[in-house]
């Protein structure tokens, strides 16, 4: 005897049939779809609450050279086309040990380069110190500095390397412990301001007497501070000046 099915009530369906009843098929296909666009719907939504990544580059494996002119202090760095270029070892180091014995003056520095916005950087691979002979390069221009003005400045303490391009995020949080371990191999540290519009600006951080400060904001790093000191602009480059204790942690 066959039954006949009237209405979608009367439909009955066992998992090892062929074949599933046309309206319970047509009512799974559209739970299914229906599913579907939520779910993609919520990750949407979600994917716009994330910040996106900043423009920053490591161009890890790529030999850059730069000419300029060497400085060491507060920070190893080579002035070269009217800008600084800050220099680091590889790993979680400065440069300081890999330019000992090379003095300040013309300097041709090959390594890989980190840059985020106009800030440039360079992990140094090698160096080569007849660069006036060679490449007839100019002295280092100190420029003009601006007249320092004390101010107080809220941020976060960030390891320039990884800021600037080897991590992406560097900062925050999650890079907190990273970011210690940096500033204590003597990684140039900067202070990241934001404004209420989100622009950011790098300030270099130095000692009151304009000394490397790396290692004594480390333990702070990666977590928002005020701090109060001499804030100092020489072209495109803010330095402030401010001993260790001045910085409070919030």
Known sequence: MTETVTSAADEFYIGYEGHMPCGMARRVLSVVGLFACGSAAVVALWLGTQHRLAASRFEFGTVT?????LGHAPYPSVAS????????????????????GTPDGPIVVAGSAIQRGNVRMLEVAGVTA???????????????????????????????KCFLGVMNPGEGTV?????????????????????????????????????????????????????TGRLVRNGDTWMLYAGADAYAAR
């Open 65 to 69: 050279q730069v000419t300029g002119v």
């Open 130 to 160: 007849d660069a006036e002979r060679r490449f007839g390069v100019p002295p280092r221009n100190a420029g003009s500095a601006s007249p320092p003005r004390t101010v107080t400045l809220r941020g976060e303490i960030v390891d320039s």
């Open 175 to 227: 890079h907190r412990d990273c970011a210690r371990r940096c500033l204590s191999g003597g990684i140039p540290p900067m202070l990241l301001v934001r404004d209420g519009g989100g622009r950011e600006a790098l300030v270099v951080l130095v000692s009151e007497d304009g000394l490397p400060i790396a290692r004594g904001v480390a333990p702070i790093a990666g977590r928002p501070v005020t701090v």
């Open 81 to 100: 086309g009217g800008r600084l270029v800050w220099l680091v070892g590889p790993g979680k180091f400065g440069a300081d040990r890999m330019l000992t």
